[in-house]
């Protein structure tokens, strides 16, 4: 029964003929742009949160602390909701990092009278204080503290690229969801076509007493095929467009987003991919079953 | 195998309503030969409809190889037609596939299981005296071909019930002849035969009992 209802699914395919192929590029069209801005989405999830973890709060000192005022002053600043670690970077340390920095150029520095770098305190946030409400109230927080002459950095720049990465997401459902609608309707219709073709097949099937099962499934398997073959070569244009592009962008991304390299759909993601073409292409098989009967 | 007991079809359209039949009652015995005459439009087919379920009672009870027909529910329906074989006046058979193919499509449809299709199959071609055309397309049949191949596709699952309608209609007299002939013989392996024809002189020489539908009533029931 089986074979029956596969091998009669692969010939409606064939009879569907043109309508069929259309039904599956639309369908590749559809997964081709919700898997690209996908993996737009995913990399941009990984610089965010990776940019999360790297979120610093620098407190610039009106004067470098010495002795007990300095013990004083980080166990205030520990103290701070929000407050996970604090380092303190003296004017000292601060000029040799800026060496560090200036590499080559370093001897600039040997012209200066005196060193005009502040001391400052780096302050990490805690996990639930890297979004940028949480990192403006740590920054009004420190801000009010006597000894604070300045203070920078906070989550806002992250949070755009955040921002970004919903966007994409959102662009990717929106065409994603429009290009699906049509690929749905192209199965409908390359699957109606069928049945009106073979509806003495259906008159004969009905007759002997042939089951709606064994009469219907052939109709929802082929809408799957053309979704299966549709996400099938959906993924293979992006693993394609992958292996090209991202050798490309890694040294941008690396430079912009401080991503070492781009990553592909996992396994799980791929799978759900093309059980969305699969389901695709079973949803126009369902309806065109219900247009033919209505 | 047959029982109607004040069977009443109605067709409804709109504020119109067409009586079809009316207080039809009878009963076809299990191998039991029985032609249905009567004019075009006096409810033959209609009748047939009823039994097959493919249309649904007005009133009244209709028995069908066990089956209570009006009581059926729609996902019950295949149930009742696997034992039955139904042919009509067109051979419906199905153009893209040889003669063998639509026989063995019954099967297959069925669920039968696959080194049993062949022979079955070839068997009901046999039965029909259509071996030697089993490849052959529709399109290459004579009428009478046809209806022969139609009627080894009723036959071929070994149905309980034959129900034909104008099996012969589109026949010349020597053709109709003969599938009345083959419908004989099935008969007489022990399937029951309900044969509707409007054709008075055939169903004469049938010898048969007889039922004659007339403007939807039963106006004789005889032999």
């Known amino acids: 029964m089986l074979s029956f209802i596969v091998s ?92 560090q920095s200036l590499g080559a150029q370093a001897g600039v520095l040997e012209q200066l009278p005196r060193n005009p770098l502040p001391a400052s305190v780096e302050v990490t946030p805690d996990e639930d204080a890297t979004t940028p409400e949480a990192t403006r109230e740590l920054t009004a927080r420190l801000s009010a503290l006597p000894e604070v002459e300045d203070v920078q950095g906070g989550a806002e720049w992250v949070e755009g690229l955040a921002r970004w990465q919903r966007l994409f997401e959102i662009m990717g459902l929106g065409v994603g969801a429009v290009l699906a609608l049509a690929a749905i309707l ?16 259906t008159e004969i099937m009905r007759l002997v007493g042939a089951s709606e099962a064994v009469i219907r499934f052939p109709q929802l398997l082929q809408g799957m095929v053309q979704g299966l073959l549709g996400a099938v070569v959906a993924l293979a244009l992006l693993e394609i467009a992958y292996a090209i592009g991202a050798p490309r962008l890694e040294p941008l991304l690396n430079l912009t987003l401080g991503l070492a390299r781009a990553v592909f759909l996992s396994l799980p993601q791929i799978l759900l991919l093309i059980a969305g073409g699969a389901g695709l292409g079973a949803l126009g098989g369902l309806l065109a079953r219900g247009r033919a009967t209505a | 195998m047959i029982r109607l007991h004040h069977v009443c079809k109605v067709f409804e359209s709109g504020p119109m309503r067409l009586p079809a ?68 006046q067109d051979a419906k058979l199905l153009s893209g596939r040889t003669v063998f193919e639509n026989i063995a499509f019954v099967l297959r449809v069925l669920g039968t299981p696959r080194r049993e299709i062949t022979p079955k199959a070839f068997q009901a071609l046999k039965a029909v005296g259509l071996s030697s055309r089993a490849q052959a397309y529709p399109a290459q049949l004579s009428q009478g071909e046809a209806q022969r191949a139609a009627l080894a596709r009723a036959i071929v699952k070994s149905p309980a019930l034959l129900l034909a309608d104008e099996p012969t209609g589109n026949l010349d007299e020597a053709m109709a002849g003969e599938i009345l002939d083959l419908i004989k013989d099935i008969g007489s392996r022990g399937t029951t035969v309900l044969l509707a024809t409007h054709q008075v002189r055939l169903a004469a020489q049938l010898k048969r009992r007889t039922l004659k539908l007339g403007a939807g009533v039963l106006l004789k029931d005889e032999g």
């Open chain 2, 21 to 88: 039949l009316s207080d039809i009652s009878f009963s076809v015995d299990k191998g039991e030969f029985v032609v249905l005459t009567g004019a075009s439009g006096a409810g033959k087919t209609t009748l047939l409809r009823l039994l097959y379920a493919d249309e649904r009672a007005t009133e009244g009870e209709i028995e069908v190889a066990g089956f209570d027909v009006r009581a059926l529910r729609r996902s019950d329906v295949p149930m009742l037609r696997r034992s039955l074989g139904i042919v009509f």
């Open chain 1, 186 to 201: 192209t199965v409908t219709t390359a699957t109606t076509l069928v049945l009106h073709v073979r509806r003495a097949e």
């Open chain 1, 8 to 99: 009669e699914a692969f010939v409606d395919l064939r009879r569907a003929g043109r309508v069929g192929v259309s039904a599956i590029l639309l369908i590749t069209l559809s997964l081709t742009a919700l898997g690209g801005f996908w993996l737009l989405s995913l990399n941009l999830g990984r610089a965010v949160s990776q940019w999360r973890d790297r979120v610093r709060v620098v407190v610039f000192l009106r004067e470098e602390p010495t002795g007990s005022a300095l013990g004083d002053l980080i166990r205030r600043v520990e103290g701070l909701p929000g407050v996970q670690r604090v380092r303190y970077v003296s004017k000292s340390q601060a000029l040799q990092s800026l060496r």
